[in-house]
């Protein structure tokens, strides 16, 4: 399976970016996806996953700012980031996997850069 993330890009503090990931490759759905996102210089961080069924969970820094949804007919999770901060500069990740603990795969990043 093949995940392609897009929509990052270059936004003032407090403006909004909706950052989209598309899986490929596969028959079959892949029921839990999420963003996670590094920094330079930092430990890669959980921004938010989404199970099969819409049931999300965020990380406590974007809770309130950042809605997770997805669309399972077109394998593609989305991410709204609203209210953007300086400090939500990072590379975003999404990935997904088949089942709870199971392997999980990733896409290859998108850029995201707030300004201040």
């Known amino acids: 399976v093949q995940l392609q993330a897009s929509g990052g890009g270059l936004v003032q503090a407090g403006g909004s970016l909706r950052l989209s990931c598309t899986a490929s490759g596969s028959s079959f759905m892949i029921n839990f996806m999420a963003w996670y996102r590094q920094a330079p210089g930092k430990q890669r961080e959980l921004v938010a996953t989404i199970n099969s069924r819409g049931s999300a969970d965020y990380g406590d820094s974007v809770k309130g700012r950042f809605t997770i949804s997805r669309d399972n007919a077109k394998n593609t999770v989305y991410l709204q980031m609203n209210s953007l901060k300086p400090e939500d500069t990072a590379i975003y990740y999404c990935?997904?996997?088949?089942?709870?603990?199971?392997?999980?795969?990733w896409g290859q990043g998108t850029l995201v850069t707030v300004s201040s």
């Open positions: 990935g997904g996997s088949y089942t709870n603990g199971g392997s999980w795969y």
